[in-house]
């Protein structure tokens, strides 16, 4: 992204985003809520067309051209929603199936051969013919990801994927994740709010600020965590409460607060300390 301005209608949200997300890497999109995350994932993948600025895709501008050639290129995007988002009357192999009977021409036992692979990678082989009512909420994202995962990818995209999982189920989900950028070579745009996930996987990133309506920060979530001068990306990545009316110093009233960095990371954190730049 050069200089990308979104917003919805009149209503900026972000400014002079610029970006790059290298190929196979883990990006993460970071910011407190409502700084306009999702807005930004939301237009990477062609739902929201921004009101300036250059988005490009291995060099070809995503916005310029027809329809056709947007669709062409979402065809190299996996997308994850928060909630899975799997269609609850059909089976968790039917939903795996779907994109595949969209947009390819494969007759239907390649297709079921395909659905049982993407399956057994997420590790789901059993739950092939049980409907997402029938499996819990870390299945139902794990099918998902076998969804978006349907017509191999090149860049997947991930909004708030642990959102309401356990710390273990949680870890599992950020161990799958690396899986696929380390074993397929897939490229990994995630928003996540979940920091012990983020210092786990994610190895590039940006900051989105909600106040100034711009980006602060670039980088890894450790090295923001515990390199950024700005006491506002210093404060959220260390997760020290910070007053209204203060913006240049972190509040010490909670001596929890003054940890060190990786306290917070209680559960999924812990068995990660030490981990290198790419989170093993
Ligand atoms: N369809 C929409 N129309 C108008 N405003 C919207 C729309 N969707 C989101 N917004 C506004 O855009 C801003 C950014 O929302 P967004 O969901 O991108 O933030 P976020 O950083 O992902 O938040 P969170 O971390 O809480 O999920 C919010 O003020 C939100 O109210």
Not at 104 to 117: A, F, G, Q, Y
Not at 226 to 237: G, L, R, T
Not at 240 to 257: I, M, N, Q, V, Y
Request: include cysteine.
């Amino acid at each position: 992204m050069r200089d990308v301005t979104i917003g919805y209608g009149t209503k900026v949200i972000q400014s002079h985003v610029t970006m790059d997300v290298r190929r196979g890497s883990i990006f993460a999109i970071m910011g407190g809520s409502g700084c306009g995350k999702s807005t930004i994932l939301r237009s990477m993948v062609g739902l929201l067309r921004p009101m300036s600025g250059k988005y490009t895709v291995d060099g070809d501008d995503y916005w310029s051209g027809p329809d056709s050639h947007r669709t062409a290129l979402n065809r190299r995007f996996g997308v994850l929603f928060q909630s899975g988002a799997l269609w609850s009357s059909m089976t968790i192999g039917e939903n795996v199936s779907l994109p595949l009977e969209m947009f390819t021409r494969l007759n239907r036992d390649m297709i079921r051969h395909l659905v049982e692979m993407k399956l057994g990678l997420v590790g789901l082989s059993h739950a092939i013919d049980l409907y997402p009512s029938e499996i819990s909420g870390g299945m139902c994202k794990r099918a998902g990801l076998a969804r978006a995962m349907a017509l191999d990818p090149d860049v997947l995209f991930f909004d708030e994927p642990s959102a309401g999982l356990d710390p273990i189920t949680s870890a599992r989900l950020d161990d799958l994740i690396l899986t696929l950028r380390d074993g397929l070579g897939a490229t990994i745009v995630i928003v996540s709010h979940e920091l012990p996930s983020l210092f786990a996987i994610a190895d590039d990133g940006i900051f989105l600020d909600a106040q100034t309506k711009q980006p602060i920060a670039h980088g890894s979530p450790r090295d923001l965590r515990d390199h950024c001068k700005d006491p506002q990306v210093h404060a959220f990545m260390n997760r020290e409460a910070r007053t209204e009316t203060s913006t240049t110093e972190p509040a010490t009233t909670d001596p929890a607060a003054t940890k060190p960095d990786n306290t917070e990371s209680a559960g999924a954190g812990t068995v990660r300390k030490g981990q290198n730049a790419n989170g093993k």
